[in-house]
């Protein structure tokens, strides 16, 4: 059945029904016309209804921060930015095991003790596994509201009835909703729920904290639309073999991007680490061949990491390039600058590359520490003892300077070390209090650190 035709006064933006000469709202005449539809098309299109004009601002219209609720766990509290935003959506995704169900225990507690009321819904364990965890981590006394639940009508009918301040959901996968003909973890299934929970965290100003699976590669599973419709994506990283875990912001709408926050894995749950990079050199001994010190930058943290380098004969036809903690294709590109612009080869060798105590780096600004690593390796010759490396390769050969260099110096500093190691054009290098080598390209830097060139 066709709709009838509206009409609108362009004077006082009175509706009508018909056509008429005059306006009976504000009485002006000729000024009534049929409105036109939104859009053109089939059944699911727009059609002719109109809705209701939004609010417009410029650029120059100035708005308070939003408020922020502190966790009482400072590095979770840096890397979302500052605190909890109220009425935003995270969503935190790690391998099995890592300890993200841990991690979000321990800050529920930590929020419910603070005063903001917290409900935890876990869709994959019951509710007396979460208390048998609660009380190994001493937090039995804490306030938290516990369920345990995969039917997202009811979760959502809790959480309007309860107002919480805070609601996590470990984890997306298990969610179902009854409006979608699918097992629950399929694509359709936890698109439906994310876009559920994160609309109602908006219209009821809950902020939601979603628990998501990841896959082989360490992407969150499911669709990506699931990590543009949250505020906030947050990655659990670290392997089971060390003691160390790295919370990773890759998306905040309420705050920097690439913070980090480190956590150590004890008996009494996740501790926090407030001195990084003293807690990734503490089993670092005497300099010694292929062992280099790397002075990077994440987020807004300067941390200085080991960075380990073995070069031996290969037995076979096809030398092994094994990297771990580093990008595996920029560690070819520095094999083949030091090949093709000074001369070394690697030709017959087998080269390992690992980043000591489960961290991984991204930075350009490593390219140096890498080179260094890798011919100490090689001529089996230490680095001078107290010297730190950073600075980024180009495929010429040059280097050229890493960002946020007087932060990286004065970490480096703190810490003891009295050398450093960079590209020539850094900033702020006289005031750092620390001697640093200057170097404008490859072939320099090899020939004064190793006696070649």
């Known amino acids: 059945m066709a709709k009838s035709p509206s009409f609108t006064c362009t004077a006082c933006g009175a509706t009508h029904t018909k ?10 005449w000729n000024t009534i016309v049929e409105d036109a539809g939104l ?14 004009a939004i609010q417009l601002t410029d650029l120059q219209t100035e708005e308070s921060p939003p408020p922020r609720t502190n966790s009482g766990i400072d590095e979770l509290d840096r890397v979302l930015g500052g605190g909890l935003v109220p009425a935003s959506a995270l ?3 790690g391998d099995p095991g890592i300890g993200k169900s841990t991690l979000l225990l321990q800050a529920a507690a930590q929020f419910a003790r603070s005063g903001v009321k917290t409900i935890y819904v876990s869709g994959e364990e019951a509710t007396a596994q979460v208390r048998m965890r609660a009380k190994r981590l001493g937090l039995s006394d804490a306030p938290v509201l516990l369920a345990a639940e995969t039917n997202l009508r009811n979760i959502l009918t809790t959480l309007e009835a309860e107002r919480p301040g805070l609601a996590i959901i470990d984890s997306i996968q298990t969610m179902w909703s009854d409006t979608v003909d699918s097992a629950p973890g399929s694509v359709s299934q936890v698109r439906s729920a994310a876009h559920e929970l994160t609309t ?12 998501g699976h990841v896959t082989k590669d360490g992407q969150i599973a499911g669709p990506r639309v699931v990590e543009h419709m949250v505020d906030t994506v947050l990655y659990f990283e670290g392997e089971r073999g060390h003691q160390f875990r790295i919370l990773r912001a890759v998306k905040n709408r309420f705050g920097p991007a690439d913070e980090i926050g480190v956590f150590e894995m004890t008996g009494r749950g996740l501790e926090q680490v407030t001195n990084p990079s003293a807690l990734f050199l503490s ?9 280099v010190v790397f002075a990077g930058i ?20 096809q030398p092994r390039r094994t990297v771990v903690g580093w990008d595996g294709g920029r560690l070819a590109m520095i094999l083949a600058v030091l090949e093709a612009r000074c001369g070394i080869p690697f030709a017959g060798l087998d080269v390992y590359l690992n980043v000591a105590g489960g961290m991984k780096i991204s930075e350009p600004a490593a390219d140096l ?18 010297a730190v490396v950073f600075g980024e390769i180009s495929l010429s050969g040059a280097l050229r300077p890493a960002p946020q260099t007087e932060n990286r110096l004065k970490e480096a500093q703190k810490l003891g070390f009295t050398t ?34």
């Open 91 to 93: 969503l935190v995704g």
């Open 19 to 28: 056509w008429s000469g005059r306006c009976d709202a504000c009485g002006d």
């Open 298 to 317: 994440e987020g807004t943290r300067p941390v200085l990491v080991e960075l380990q380098a073995l070069v031996a004969p290969s037995p076979h036809s």
């Open 200 to 211: 109602f965290a908006k219209r009821k100003g809950v902020s939601v904290i979603l628990v």
């Open 283 to 291: 089993e670092r001994g005497k300099p010694s061949a292929g062992s």
């Open 39 to 52: 859009s053109a098309g089939g059944k699911k299109s727009l059609g002719a209804n109109r809705g209701a």
């Open 369 to 386: 520490a890498v080179a260094a690593a890798l011919l100490s390796a090689r001529e089996d010759a230490a680095l001078p003892e107290g």
């Open 420 to 453: 450093a190691l960079a590209p020539s054009g850094g900033k702020a290098i006289e005031t750092s209090g620390i001697k640093v080598q200057q170097m404008h390209d490859l072939t320099s830097f090899v020939g004064e650190v190793f006696g070649a060139g």
